[in-house]
């Protein structure tokens, strides 16, 4: 059962809309129809040039957990429609007590960077489980992704350790675990997040607070008492009443614990001008002979604050990121989709490729069954990703831009690799198991892969992710006969 669920079924993570297209599926007969799905998202967050990819260990626990419990059915069965009749047929709920799910499923490793309308997870297997797994699939993904990408760039911007420490403000016990988990992923040396660091096996640190400080009778007092009870673990927090004088006592406590063989660890800076402050301390700091103490500083941080302090020269060794971390604070969601691209019929070999042709060109999806390649040229950076349908060969290396068939690429010149790796075949698990500690190492290799240009903050180059040739032409014929038009 997820670390995130109480006593219900891990089947009941879902919307009723999916339950209701269950029963249709099987009432239709459609049950054993085979489909093809695929997740993708439309923009990266935070007007940034890349997202991590996260949250892919939570979907292979979904297919591993996944089943109704006797207590779900029961509460299903007593569901009704607005006019009072049961809203599901009893046959229908003896179908899902004994359901098993059987999907082969394909994913980019966590840590991966990712672009907007790549398949980054596919799906296939019969219709009605494809779309059962498909809300929880989302929210565990679309979250991760998110809080991942966002500790990202907060940690490039620190360019030191960051630990991440925003349960307070998280939202809810649910998000708090999930957000520590992805904040490490995506670069975090840490959590303070205890129950994230034992579920997840993360490295957790956190040392007082001010009213450890405000407990006794004076500054200095509380700061001998926190060095001789912590002393191997002692960062003291120097802003509860006046900072320089803070700094100054922290200087004291460090010089006694130095007679007993200690060192202090650090002071932490959490309000004020933290670049003048952080200058001013280190002066301090090092005029007293103690330049091994490290600067923490925290207070509403992120990474554009983080980049403006480093611009000012502030002094700083490490970072606590907190609530605009947790929450994401400046884009709340990740608006991932998934979407079908293609049915089978029970016994039939070929695929049928379908398309969702919207009124905005930009919503308009991509047939067949999905795969990604991702292209390195000489330099060893990333140069461009296809898209591409297993079914149709793909011509050559020619990207055409799915919303600008003019704009398209040569990557002949570069060396290509397969991004969607098999995480579940026939409902079992193929992907090993990777902690998140390892997927933070994919992160940070991955993003060394990806051109300065693409990774700035401010109007970041736009990373080219194009269609095979025949991929294209699948798409265009499809939209054109959805529209009732004659090729020209």
Request: with cysteine; aromatic share 8%.
């Amino acid at each position: 059962m997820s670390v995130a669920q109480t006593n219900l079924g891990q089947a009941l993570h879902t919307d009723l809309y999916q339950l209701t297209m269950a029963q249709a599926y099987w009432k239709t007969g459609l049950i054993a129809e085979d489909a093809c799905f695929y997740m993708h998202f439309r923009e990266n967050p935070f007007k940034g040039g890349y997202t991590i990819a996260c949250g892919m260990a939570q979907v292979a626990e979904l297919l591993e957990n996944f089943a109704f419990t006797g207590g779900d059915l029961d509460w299903l069965g007593g569901l009704t429609t607005p006019t009072g009749a049961p809203l599901f047929e009893p046959r229908f709920l003896e179908t899902l007590e004994t359901l098993r799910l059987t999907l082969d499923i394909d994913a980019v490793p966590e840590g991966t960077v990712v672009f907007p309308y790549e398949p980054i997870i596919r799906v296939l297997g019969p219709i009605m489980q494809c779309q059962l797994i498909e809300t929880a699939l989302l929210n565990q993904v679309n979250y991760q992704m998110l809080i991942a990408t966002k500790a990202a760039r907060v940690c490039q911007a620190a360019g030191g350790p960051v630990a991440e420490f925003g349960l307070r403000r998280a939202q809810g016990p649910a998000g708090g675990l999930y957000a520590s988990r992805a904040a490490v992923i995506g670069g975090c040396a840490s959590t303070s997040d205890v129950a994230a660091g034992r579920l997840f096996d993360l490295p957790v640190s956190g040392t007082h607070a001010h009213s450890w400080v405000m407990a006794h009778p004076d500054e200095l007092t509380a700061f001998r008492a926190f060095a001789e009870a912590s002393p191997e673990n002692c960062v003291l927090l120097v802003d509860t009443y006046d900072t320089m004088n803070g700094v100054r006592n922290a200087i004291t406590v460090a010089h006694e614990m130095e007679l007993c063989g200690h060192r202090l660890g650090g002071i932490r800076i959490d309000s004020g001008d933290l670049a003048w402050l952080s200058i001013q301390a280190r002066d301090l700091l090092d005029a007293a002979g103690l330049e091994y103490v490290r600067i923490v500083a925290s207070n509403d941080l992120d990474e554009q604050t983080i980049a403006s302090l480093h611009e000012q020269g502030a002094r700083i060794d490490s970072w606590g990121v907190g609530t605009k971390l947790v929450t994401a604070y400046d884009q709340p969601a990740l608006p991932g989709v998934y979407k079908l691209s293609a049915t089978r019929t029970p016994g039939a070999r070929a695929w049928t490729p379908r398309i969702k042709v919207s009124e905005q060109p930009r919503k308009s999806t991509f047939p067949g069954i999905l795969g990604l390649k991702r292209y390195f040229g000489p330099e060893g950076f990333m140069i461009g990703d296809m898209v591409y349908d297993q079914e149709l060969s793909p011509v050559g290396d020619l990207i055409i831009d799915p919303h600008d068939d003019l704009r398209r690429k040569d990557l002949s010149e570069g060396r290509a690799v397969e991004l969607l790796e098999p995480l579940a075949r026939n409902g079992a698990l193929v992907w090993p198991v990777v902690s998140a500690l390892e997927a933070q190492a994919n992160t940070h290799a991955s993003l060394e892969g990806l051109h300065p240009s693409n990774r700035r903050f401010l109007n970041p180059h736009s990373y080219p992710v194009g269609l095979d040739r025949r991929l294209h032409e699948q798409r265009e014929d499809l939209i054109m006969a959805a529209r009732g038009l004659k090729s020209l």
